[in-house]
């Protein structure tokens, strides 16, 4: 299975922005799939996970902005993201999590510009 992100870009603190996470298979294998993120100099992050059953998980820094949802008939999981501020500045992954198996995507810059 392969993931791959996109919807990544430049935006003005407060604005939004959507971030899909396109899988080249079922994602209904995926226990557990998120978003994680990395910001230069320092280590990767979690920001959000959603289980298969719809249970969220969310990094206090994100809660009440950041929305996690997956559609398991289009194998894409979403990132909607408001209210943006410069220290969401980050490349993002998209990761799912099998019984034996982790696959990542290749990340999406997101800048947030003050």
């Known amino acids: 299975v392969q993931l791959v992100e996109s919807g990544g870009g430049l935006v003005q603190a407060g604005g939004s922005l959507r971030l899909s996470c396109a899988a080249s298979g079922s994602t209904v294998s995926f226990i557990v799939m998120g978003w994680y993120r990395q910001a230069p100099g320092k280590q990767r992050e979690l920001v959000a996970t959603?289980?298969?059953?719809?249970?969220?998980n969310y990094a206090d820094s994100v809660k009440g902005r950041f929305t996690i949802s997956r559609d398991n008939a289009k194998n894409t999981m979403y990132l909607q993201m408001n209210s943006l501020k410069p220290e969401d500045t980050a490349v993002y992954y998209c990761?799912?999590?099998?019984?034996?198996?982790?696959?990542w995507g290749q990340g999406t810059q997101v800048t947030v510009s003050s």
């Open positions: 959603i289980t298969r059953g719809g249970d969220t």
């Open positions: 990761n799912g999590r099998e019984i034996l198996a982790n696959y």
